[in-house]
């Protein structure tokens, strides 16, 4: 049971446009959403969290929305540079602290110069 | 955030050995974790390292393949056991800082596995 999607396995984006990665949920439980970047042989790097009393988080070039009712969540960054192309995860748990992250399957970006 | 080292960082190894994998945090924290991340894979959490008492490990995850300690609030181990090329992987420790409204996880840079 797949309780974290991210249904695009890659984008493909034009240095200085928008990214946008989406990713859905199943369980209603889930109430604090993370999004990570990893690039190859490097953990993954914290880029921004939302709290589900929350829709929008901005910090940045990085926003993240959460539409709660659709149990759905994007990560925008703008204007996207060729240093953000990686593999980027998103991320939910539930309670406060102590809580394990259910990670989605990743969508890869690369952003072409 | 968190400074997060482990060792080693890769390491080829043969089947039916055991690996332990060292996660040390410049800093106390109450939780760590670690992950796996299986090739072509998102992270799966394999277990939670409690200080001073056993680790919790997740469904389809035993104390017997993958020991874990936690002797103090800034280090743990992982040990692989009995390796089989299945065990390939790279493994993650992470710890958790509080932010706000929820328990945000910073992650090391992980260990890559190779089990011929």
């Known amino acids: 049971d797949q309780q974290v999607k991210q249904n695009s396995p890659s984008l493909s984006v034009q240095e200085g446009r928008i990214s946008i990665l989406n990713c859905d949920y199943t369980n209603s439980m889930f109430d604090y959403f993370l999004w990570y970047k990893k690039y190859p042989a490097e953990g993954p790097t914290f880029l921004i969290s939302i709290s589900s009393i929350k829709d929008k988080n901005e910090d940045g070039r990085f926003t993240v929305f959460l539409n709660k009712s659709a149990k759905h969540l994007s990560l925008h960054i703008v204007p996207s540079q060729p240093g953000d192309s990686a593999v980027y995860f998103c991320?939910?748990?539930?309670?406060?602290?102590?809580?394990?992250?259910?990670f989605g399957g990743g969508t890869r970006v690369l952003v072409k110069p | 955030s968190a400074v997060i080292s482990q060792k080693p960082s890769r390491d080829i190894c043969q089947r039916g050995t055991s690996l332990t994998i060292q996660c040390q945090v410049d800093?106390?924290?109450?939780?760590m974790f670690w992950y796996r991340q299986q090739p072509g894979q998102s992270l799966t959490l394999i277990a939670t390292a409690n200080q001073g008492s056993e680790a919790t490990y997740e469904s389809g995850f035993v104390i017997d393949k993958f020991p874990i300690s936690r002797p103090n609030l800034t280090f743990s181990t992982l040990t692989v056991s009995n390796m089989s090329p299945e065990d390939s992987s790279i493994y993650l420790c992470?710890?958790?800082?509080?932010?706000?409204?929820?328990?945000?996880?910073?992650f090391g840079p992980g260990t890559r596995l190779t089990v011929l």
């Open positions: 991320a939910a748990t539930r309670g406060a602290a102590g809580n394990k992250l259910t």
């Open positions: 800093s106390q924290v109450t939780m």
């Open positions: 992470s710890v958790e800082k509080v932010r706000g409204a929820g328990g945000t996880q910073y």
